[in-house]
């Protein structure tokens, strides 16, 4: 296959396993599939190595890189799929924003939003197919890279949490900064949040388009707002995108693909999110598995949720904890994962014990049936 070839949406390798999209739908399986949030990442030592000394949205912005970078976790392990190499801050970038990765203290905005007048600073149409076409191309190339080996999920930001990310000015513990709009200037939060929104939908559509087999939309902040504010500021524009996104995939004649909503510590939102639009419903690692089963109600399958720092603990321990989990999560509609990404100074080894873990109790259990 030539190299301009590999870069068409088009004539790509034949899936060979297919486990992770059948448990998203519910379907019958012969293992638990697995993988992990941040799997390509910085606790790799050939992740740092091809890194070094690359500017981070240099990275993000090169099909190759990204491509590699994607591809990296499976030579290790045996994970059922993969989650493309991006970051969910482009999406304010291809708004008109500036982003800047600061080693060691990561994502920061220059000039972040202050007041509503700032709304007018971005983009009141975004091509998206122009200022997100990187990304469309990294998942093309690793969709032929990958020859079928496992599926490919695409993602984003949820608009909530890029709100909160261009007014905070990057990471924060209180969000105060991005709460004080949702109190003092409802009217403008819904205006940014909407803007948002449909500059989503057009990403994740061209997500699609280029190749991805599923979409997972990140919720990261959503542990800051309370309950009445999370039925206001994100789940509404959490069903809207699921909804948006199903309805133009199925006008564009292509095939649905699951799509998954994690919103982290937002474990009192569950019933709610079981019933948003989305196929399947990412868990952090506060939430009781069976206790998320009940309240689900069987209307979704789940993924998560093992305590990312539980991969500081032995093998042998990593396994008695995936056995537990596994159990009270069952077999059925169930994607096993952490409850949030890997960390850098995670060992490789261990979370390869945590992929065989899954995969050999995921057996015993269905071979008890």
């Not at 993602?155 to 709009?181: D, Q």
Request: charged residues 25%.
């Amino acid at each position: 296959m030539d190299k301009d070839s590999l870069i068409l949406p088009k004539s790509f390798p034949e899936l060979k396993n297919d486990t992770f999209l059948r448990a998203a739908r519910g379907e019958e399986i012969e293992h638990i599939p697995v993988w992990c949030m941040r799997q390509a990442g910085r606790y790799l030592p050939e992740f740092r190595e091809f890194r070094a000394g690359k500017d981070f949205f240099e990275t993000c912005r090169s099909p190759e890189d990204c491509c590699e970078l994607t591809l990296q976790p499976l030579r290790r392990f045996p994970f059922d799929a993969a989650i493309i190499f991006s970051d969910i801050l482009v999406v304010p970038q291809a708004m008109g924003m500036e982003v800047q990765m600061s080693p060691g203290k990561g994502p920061t905005f220059p000039e972040p939003l202050k007041e509503p007048e700032d709304l007018q600073r971005l983009k009141t149409k975004v091509d998206v197919s122009s200022e997100l076409d990187y990304v469309f191309k990294a998942i093309t190339l690793t969709r032929h890279k990958i020859e079928g080996k496992v599926p490919l999920i695409g993602f984003t930001g949820a608009p909530w949490t890029l709100m909160s990310y261009m007014i905070e000015g990057g990471g924060s513990v209180t969000h105060s900064k991005a709460k004080r709009w949702l109190y003092r200037y409802p009217e403008a939060s819904h205006k940014l949040l909407s803007q948002l929104t449909d500059v989503i939908v057009e990403y994740l559509l061209g997500q699609v388009k280029a190749g991805a087999q599923a979409l997972q939309v990140f919720e990261s902040h959503t542990g800051c707002l309370g309950p009445v504010e999370f039925k206001e500021f994100s789940l509404p524009y959490l069903r809207d995108i699921a909804g948006r996104v199903k309805d133009k995939i199925k006008e564009s004649g292509l095939d649905n693909v699951p799509m998954i909503v994690f919103a982290k510590d937002g474990h009192y939102g569950l019933e709610d999110l079981s019933e948003s639009g989305y196929e399947v419903v990412g868990l952090d690692w506060t939430i009781d598995p069976c206790s998320a089963r009940v309240r689900t109600g069987g209307k979704v399958s789940l993924q998560g949720n093992m305590d990312p720092c539980a991969l500081y603990s032995t093998k042998e321990r990593i396994s008695e904890i995936v056995k537990r989990m596994l159990e009270g999560f069952g077999t059925k509609g169930y994607i096993a994962n952490l409850g949030h990404g890997l960390y850098p100074d995670m060992d490789p080894e261990n979370v390869g014990a945590f992929v065989e873990a899954v995969h050999t109790h995921s057996r015993q259990l269905l071979n008890r049936k």
